[in-house]
């Protein structure tokens, strides 16, 4: 059974930093792509990063630049190191993962097999 467990999410004052952590279980990161979400209330759920079997990583323009995806393999954990936060970074961030070896373009949520229960990140002005 897969589990993917998220941590790291808090409260912090925009232009801050928080690192996401994705533990997983049943499942390893480096074999196939994976990805975070995110949902702001009263939003659809949108695509953030993702990285593919081969490295190759992706954004949603809107965190290019300030958030950087990547694996450990060996913890099997996946990261999402974010730096000059925003107020509408705010949101719940949810890892999620896929069977596939290449990530989607466009974050094609029906891709994703396998869900985190989120961690909430809160970006104050």
């Known amino acids: 059974e897969v589990h993917l467990v998220e941590s790291g999410g808090g409260s912090v004052q925009s232009g801050g930093s928080l690192r996401l952590s994705c533990a997983a279980s049943?499942?390893?990161?480096?074999?196939?792509?994976i990805g975070w979400f995110r949902q702001a209330p009263g939003k659809e759920r949108e695509g953030v990063s993702s990285i593919s079997i081969a490295g190759t990583t992706t954004y949603v323009d809107s965190v290019k630049g300030r958030f950087t995806i990547s694996r450990d393999n060996a913890k099997n954990t996946l990261y999402l190191q974010m730096n000059s936060l925003k107020p509408e970074d705010t949101a719940m961030y949810y890892c999620?993962?896929?069977?596939?070896?290449?990530?989607?373009?466009?974050?094609?949520?029906?891709?994703?097999?396998?869900w985190g229960q989120g961690t909430q990140v809160t970006v104050s002005s």
């Open positions: 049943g499942y390893t990161i480096s074999r196939y792509c």
């Open positions: 999620a993962a896929t069977r596939r070896f290449s990530c989607g373009e466009g974050f094609p949520t029906s891709e994703y097999d396998y």
